[in-house]
């Protein structure tokens, strides 16, 4: 993806005012600090006006000086810091080669965390049930080393490439306190005599650190098998758009590639086929859906001068086209590049755990470090005598043993496991943890209208008759034979309606679908106005009020007013009448669904502002936001609109939830903080989200907020007892107690006092299993 701009910029050269930006895939990130680091040293490359990462879809949003770097230069940049870029002469070779690596780097991870599980388990049986077996430690030792130094190897990398740049997060406490752990278990096993001529047991702590690395990679696994589907979306919504068409040249027809379509070629559409490029009508008529782009179910009608879009869908009728805007200037290119650069541009979300290593890392080490250096001035002057340099390595190792990040490490991850299945459970399908984290601060709820706080389709809601002698069986027949071969989609929903629905005056008879229709002779279709047929000798109309008035139809002053009343609700009215007078009113609309006013006033009741954003009219737009009681409304507007109105939001400091269930709503999904998609909406939609509603019920949504309260409450319990854990344990490693209570804390007891803490932290994550959302 490339786009050019004349934008002015800070000055980078004499041609300072050229922008090109382009997407690129980056290679061997692992966490949200290394996205940091290609930021930072791409943002420092000159002719780099910007830079942003997007860790979740592994890609970086370049904008650039094409006269003063390229792709490949910055290629050589991340290279410099132990990533990479993938550059490929196309978007499409590009995506596919990361896909690759992306794929590879899955299945490598899948395998190391298999092997590091297998080798582990017997380690910890050895370690905990059979530690007096002869040979047993060195038994351990055999299976810890490949686990820590092949199959965890990654810990120790990124660690290091942490520290050459003066940082620190997870994989720094992991690799320093497994790396230490094995190292001291290690000079334990082969040289047990230095402890026993000291009157000091030779404790191994190969299991404690054998079961961190295949923990913390299974939890790495996961999250980069859910990070390798974050392209399923875009990939879908380019698939939208045709390989090849239909174009006419010269009086002749001939199929092209859709790459080799240039504006002002004429098109031809044929019923059901998708349109491949934008442009306008230049002969024939038909009904085309729209959804794509408005997001309304109903098809919009086309003919001579109507302009029509990329990856919409002809129905039943066939035209030809201009082509106006091809390839990247399309409406759906434009929806693609915006939702990949609405991805792309948020900062890198640095996890709460990384922040809090940043600080807590460094700290242990130096205690660990002190604690060592006031043994060995302090300790010869104490009780501990000769033993002081034994005493102050026992104490170093013991402050990093009960200084392991299993609480740390758990605090989050353990938490956010069960806020997911405790979501499944209400029907909320949670694909992304920074969501479920990030949403107990939302305060913002955008709903788009039709399929979210409506059904998404068109439903014949009422039948009104004259009076009981019109409304017969015959009638009914006639009506529903005119509709079923008439080509208006609203027909459908007429048809199945009479099929459906009681009528009125005479409640409670319904038409059964194999009810023999009458014979209609001289079935004629009226664009844009309705049908009309004969039964024997009698002519029968349905359509608009149009029609009506084009044949001097009467129409009684009671239908007329059944009629304002249901224009009033905003619903399409339908006439049927005979050749005098008209018969029956009938009306269509996007029915609101059961919850969704329940729903909206639970939202409103936490405080929470709740917009709704639709395609539809104002009148139309305005009657639904009554009736389900939300205050603030856009109609009318555009997938652009939509993402617009959520960087508003956020720009005046609010928190955005978006609420949708089109391809339409993809761009505003992939902008807002949460996204929430429903779960019978469109598949793009779905990928886009962070959370889907499996039913559809829009009292998902108030669930889904109130569960990410509880998780981030839960989440904060967690940190706040392995922090006190760590407040009191280190300490008492370091040997403070020693001086007065002659205590000092053996490494052994630490590990112990360490897997407590993670059970307490297990523990108290699993409570909110029972918690009531």
Known sequence: METTSMAKSRPVSAKADQHTKKTLPVLGMSCAACAASVESMLKSTEGVYDAAVNYADQTVLVDYNPTVTNPPAMQQVVQQIGYDLVVADDEAESRRQAEAAQQAHVQDLKRRTI?????????????????????????????????????????????????????????????????IAFLFSTFNTVYPEFWLSRGLEPHVYFEAAAVVIAF????????????????????????????TVRVIADGREQELPIAQVTPGMAILVRPGEQ???????????????????????????KKSGDRVFAGTINQKGSFRFTAEQVGSQTVLAQIIRRVQEAQGSKAPVQKLVDKIAGIFVPVVVGIALLSMAAWLVFGRSADAGENAFTHGLLALVTVLVIACPCALGLATPTAIMVGIGKGAEQNILIKDAESLEL????????????????????????????????????????????????????ADAVVKGLSELPSSPLKGELIRPDNAAKSIQNFTSLTGRGVNGTVGDTAYFVGNESLIREQQITLPAPLAEA???????????????????????????????????AAIASLQRQGIEVWMLTGDNQQTAAAVAHQVGIRHVKAEVMPDDKAQLVKQLQAAGNVVAMVGDGINDSQALAEADVS???????????????MTLITSDLNGVPKALALSRKTVRTIRQNLFWAFIYNLIGIP??????????????????????????????????????????
């Open 216 to 243: 913390i990679l299974l939890g790495k696994y996961l999250e980069e098998q859910a990070k390798s589907n974050t392209s399923t979306a875009l990939k879908k919504l380019m698939g939208l758009q045709p390989k």
């Open 676 to 690: 929430i998609a429903m779960g019978k909406g469109s598949d793009i939609a779905i990928d886009v989200a962070h």
């Open 275 to 301: 349109i491949a490029v934008d442009g306008k009508v230049l002969d024939g008529q038909s009904y085309v859906d729209e959804s794509l782009i408005s997001g309304e179910p109903v098809p919009v009608e």
């Open 439 to 490: 949403g107990h601060k939302v305060d913002t709820v955008i709903l788009d209208k039709t399929g979210t706080i409506t059904e998404g389709k068109p439903t014949l809601t009422d039948q009104i008759w004259l009076n009981e002698q019109t409304n017969t069986a015959e009638n009914r027949q006639i009506l529903r034979a005119l509709e079923s071969q008439s080509e208006h989609p609203l």
């Open 115 to 179: 092997w590091a599980a297998m080798l582990s388990v017997p380690v910890v049986v050895l370690g905990m049930v059979f530690m007096h077996l002869p040979y047993a430690n060195y038994l351990m030792l055999v299976l810890t080393a490949p686990v820590l130094f092949v199959f965890g190897r990654s810990f120790f990398v990124n660690a290091w490439k942490q520290a050459k740049h003066g940082k620190a997060n997870m994989d720094t406490l992991v690799a320093l306190s497994t790396g």
């Open 563 to 597: 009629a304002a009343r249901l224009r009033d609700e905003a619903k399409t009215v339908v006439f049927f009448a005979n050749a005098q007078t008209v018969l029956a009113v009938l009306a269509i609309a996007d029915r609101i669904k059961e919850t969704s006013r």
């Open 732 to 773: 008492i490693a370091a040997g403070v107690l020693y001086p007065a209570f002659g205590f000092l804390l053996n490494p052994m007891l630490a590990g112990a006092a360490m897997a407590l803490s993670s059970v307490s932290v297990v523990t108290n994550s699993l409570r909110l299993k029972a918690a009531k959302i």
